[in-house]
């Protein structure tokens, strides 16, 4: 199946959700607006004042120094106040607006219908979930209040020249065509430099961390150094990618050093001819200088935010199309408990027009086991994800406790379905909080019986701190056999009518396999259970098994019926049992022990 | 770790400190433009004054150039080498005695060891920062004694205030950037885990988990946008003060006729200016502190307590017709004292029912553990001694990204023909038959494979090493029936010319095994 990265949103739309996220907030938007507007006319009276001092030594005005100098204290302490208030004020907004934004993708992400997110691939929604609302929260907590309270202080600063001199504002302006072609070019070139920098680094985190991971398979083939060196090829192309970016941003940063430059003698020759034509005094040429001098910090902040703002933008984009896509409408499920029947009749699907079930029908009573046995890709895990919900029947109908599942409405009862996978995931947080999501707000007590019950009550107690352990990434690492147990305990809590296992006991090897068989057992107890098995052993134990092969059902009957019949099922088992001699019959024992 | 750059270190520090001297000399040469030709309307002092500017400007642009890219080059290749040495200790066949996880250890590699290289950018720009304000100190103190002496004395008293103020910045930035990187972690994670969430239809319940680190991430950003506030508005009202302060005595002198106008306005500008760098000497404490930190995280990693003695494992020829193995009591936590003779060139299947105990028999055979009690002799001579060599891959059946055929050789190159017979013995023709064959790309960490089909490449890869005692343990745990039967029949073959040891309990192999021993 070929990937389909999740939509990305034009920039109409990202504009629609910015104002529509930022509707409810046009009051705190002006407050801060103004109060940053306020700060940078603070911060103009200072030259201003510098300038007046000047003014008044040339002068011999004594007297009018104490009063300057109390004025730039006194603005000085404005300007310093209103600036880190809207500061502070932009920030709180742009994480208020930020924290929403990012709860409702994430809301949306995990609401995804499964085909969207078979065909996106899982990476794709992971680093839209961290990666795209990590730039922009990083750009929201970092560059934005800077880049906001710079931007009114060179607005604000050029109409302070302006009102000085229309003159002084016009030799300013001298920098500007200098500062946009470096500014263009630096975005030309930065861009996909930078780009292949990010690239370069990840793929050097990526050969880490697959190292990293898979340390026992390198020390055992001995080809640590290799390893190594592929780690290293990688770090290489990285420091060459550094060095090239470091190369373009230096190359902007002297650009704009050039346009300050010329910015400033244009000032300063204005100066000149203004006071030798007597139209401005020497204090006004010296606040003309120290306003421009005093730019330099904001138009670099403006400037060298561009990219940065640039980035974000994509992110945002990328963020907002998510939100575009349709939310999987959550089958209302009943209460916990009981047992209840299945129906597949004449059920057809297809993966982008490839059949992988064609016309399958069967029934299961309430309560009854039944084992899908067939070859990988004969339509067993199809089978499962129909009975989630996971996927919609194309044709024919699947019935759950007598319910279409085509036809439920928001009154509907759905009895609830449960499933354990291949490869269970263990969630990274307490213990405890891992069980939670399949029975939140359980007791400590419900949780313990939930573990006893599949048999890992012993090794969860003897954890460093119990229930409270951390697991899953960067924590506590649980065998193969132990996220099985977990994931047992949760279905448990989950307390479902049907119960669907996907070679849940497929990884583990050894007595894990017996242990799981056990616990499997005390789930399964008094519910519809489907189990899909490649273990023939699990079949042997059903009450019926349904043969799989190529989309459709070849045969199904009690396991001894099927042996005996010598079809396909009976030349699967003859295969599968030819070594096992001693080893069925004990499995079989544990299984019916724990039953 | 800059010992070999110590040049590139010193141009990087040079290149900075430079770069802060000629942005004090702007308003300096401000002055001095106003003073000599705007004042006075001297076309000439215009020319050499604006000259000078010039000359000021090119110094900054070209000590920014050099510092900017010395500490990038210093800095970047300084990551790599502590990189290289931290990923081979991280690979290093003495292993670790405590295991940790790898997202740790990813962050070690990766934030810790770029801080730690960022050294170079502390002692630089706090080096260039230091050298700022002194040379506005001596640009003051020529102009007047008393005013030099006023930023000599101001400048650490607002250094003192500033890092005052940094303190609960840097706490709160850190638990800001702490619950960011938590919410973005449990997206992750139970993004990655939505196919179990589906499961148990814990939808809302995911929902809700997020929402509530959401929550505390938003709390954390806006206790940070406050301390972010706060310092702002100290360090500009420091900088104002200290203007003010200037301004005052430097006007009172220029009135007095002790300093002329143009000294008073380079004076001035150097008041703006300073407040820069005192702000950027506050945060060096911390800077260097973070540095600390970092460093003491990856020599950490680097010091570990080893598993076992790094082994002295010799590449050598494998013995023609395998090496025999014997295991003398050997005992692991969850092993009891396990007594057998595999011959060589034989076929033996162990029967390890405890999986912990398989796992670490392995281990021991793998040379990663050291056995409680007992021991292992290969061909008669110690394990750890033994130049022949054993391989004993762990259970899991861990890939790489790249090619099908880059996981079957893993970095040991071989023909097609012994490729053919792997892809054979392990039954992978149905992997190989698709799209691309060999070619095929597996994706990161083989994730585009199924389990099964990771285990069977896993499979052939050890296959295809020449080990004089092969280990396999439960290698078909996740393969079906159907294909583990037929497994089972070819493994024989490829069996021949060296030792074979199946440990674990899957029936389907034991039987092509010459005899099974029983732990």
Known sequence: ?595 | MFHRRRLLVAGSIAGLVGHQIAEALVPVVIGLVIDRAIAPGDPGALAWTLAALGVVFAGLLLSWRLGELASVRASEFAGRDVRRGLVARLLSPRGFAAPRSPGELLSIAGTDVDRTAGIVWVLGSGGAQLAAVLTAAVALLAISVPLGILVLVAAPVLVAVMHFATAPLERRMASEQAAVAAASATASDLLTGLRTIAGIGAEQAAVERFERVNRRSLDAAKRAVTAKAVYAAVSLAGSALLLAAIAWAAGAEALAGTISVGELIAVLGLAQFVTWPIGGLAFVTAELATVRASATRVDGVLAAEAAVDAPARPVSTPAPRGAELVLDAVATPHLAPLSAVVPAGSVTAIRVTDHLAARELVEVLAGARRPSSGRVLVDGVPLEASALPVLAPPHEATLFAGTLRDNLELHRALDDARLEELVRAAALDDVVSGAGGLERPVGERGYSLSGGQRQRVALARALGRDAAVLVLHDPTSAVDAVTEARIAERLRAAATGRTTVLVAARPALERLADRLVTA
Request: hydrophobic share 50%; charged share 20%.
């Open chain 1, 1 to 595: 199946m070929s990937t389909t990265p999740l939509p990305v949103a034009g920039p109409r739309e990202t504009r629609r959700e910015l104002r529509r996220l930022l509707r409810g907030r046009a009051g705190a938007l002006s407050v801060a607006a103004a109060v940053l507007l306020l700060a940078a006319l603070a911060g103009l009276a200072l030259p201003a004042a510098l300038g007046g001092i000047v003014d008044a030594v040339l002068g011999g005005d004594s007297g009018a120094l104490a009063p300057l100098v109390l004025v730039i204290a006194g603005v000085g302490l404005g300007n310093a106040l209103l600036t880190g208030l809207g500061r502070a004020l932009v920030a709180r907004l742009g994480e208020r607006v930020l924290a929403e934004l990012r709860g409702l993708v994430v809301t949306r992400l995990i609401r995804l219908p499964s085909t969207v997110v078979e065909r996106a691939g899982r990476g794709d929604l992971v680093s839209r979930a961290s990666t795209d609302t990590r730039i922009v929260g990083d750009v929201v907590s970092n560059v934005l209040p800077a880049f906001a309270s710079a931007g009114f202080t060179v607005v604000v600063t050029l109409v302070g020249l302006g009102a000085l001199d229309w003159r002084f504002a016009l030799a300013a302006l001298a920098a500007v065509p200098v500062q946009l072609l470096a500014l263009r070019a630096y975005l030309k070139r930065a861009r996909p430099v930078y780009r292949a920098a990010r690239a370069a680094e990840g793929e050097r985190a990526q050969r880490i961390l697959e190292s990293v991971d898979a340390a026992e398979t390198v020390r055992a083939f001995g080809v640590s150094a290799d390893r190594e060196r592929v780690v290293d090829e990688a770090a290489l192309h990285s420091v060459e990618l550094e060095r090239r970016a470091a190369r373009v941003s230096v190359g902007f940063w002297n650009q704009l050093n050039l346009a300050e430059f010329l910015g400033l003698a244009a000032v300063l020759g204005a100066g000149f001819l203004l006071v030798g034509a007597e139209l401005a005094t020497v204090g006004a040429a010296t606040t003309a200088a120290l306003y421009f001098h005093a730019l330099f910090g904001p138009v670099g902040q403006v400037l060298g935010s561009v990219d940065e703002l640039q980035k974000a933008a994509a992110g945002l984009a990328r963020l907002v199309g998510v939100l575009g896509l349709p939310e999987r409408s959550p089958r209302p499920a009943s209460a916990r408990g009981g047992a209840a029947s299945l129906e597949f009749d004449r059920v057809g699907f297809a993966y982008d027009g490839a059949p992988a079930l064609d016309g399958v029908s069967f029934d299961v009573a309430p309560g009854e086991t039944v084992a899908l046995v067939g070859a990988s890709g004969a339509g067993k895990s199809t089978v499962a994800a129909l009975l989630l919900g996971a996927l919609e029947p194309e044709r024919g109908r699947v019935l759950i406790g007598g319910i279409d599942v085509g036809a439920v409405t928001a009154e509907t009862r759905m009895p609830r379905i449960g499933l354990a996978g291949q490869e269970p995931h263990v969630f990274a947080g307490p213990l405890a909080d891992d069980l939670r999501l399949a029975r939140p707000g359980a007791a400590d007590g419900e949780l313990r019986a939930a573990l006893d019950a599949v048999g890992a009550l012993g090794w969860v107690d003897r954890l460093p701190e119990g229930l409270g352990t951390v697991v899953g990434s960067g924590g506590h690492r649980l065998t193969i056999v132990e996220a099985q147990q977990l994931a047992l305990a949760r279905l448990l809590l989950h307390d479902p009518a049907v119960l669907v296992l996907d070679e849940a006991t497929a990884a583990a090897g050894g007595d894990g396999d017996h242990v799981l068989d056990r616990a499997i057992a005390r789930v399964a107890a008094g519910r519809t259970t489907m189990t899909i098995a490649h273990r023939l052993d699990q079949a042997a134990r059903a009450d019926r098994v349904i043969v799989l092969d190529r989309g459709g059902v070849v045969e199904q009957g009690r396991h001894d019926e099927l042996v005996e019949a010598g079809g396909a099922y009976g030349r699967l088992w003859a295969a599968w049992s030819a070594g096992r001699s001693g080893e069925r019959e004990r499995g079989d024992a544990c299984g019916r022990m724990g039953a």
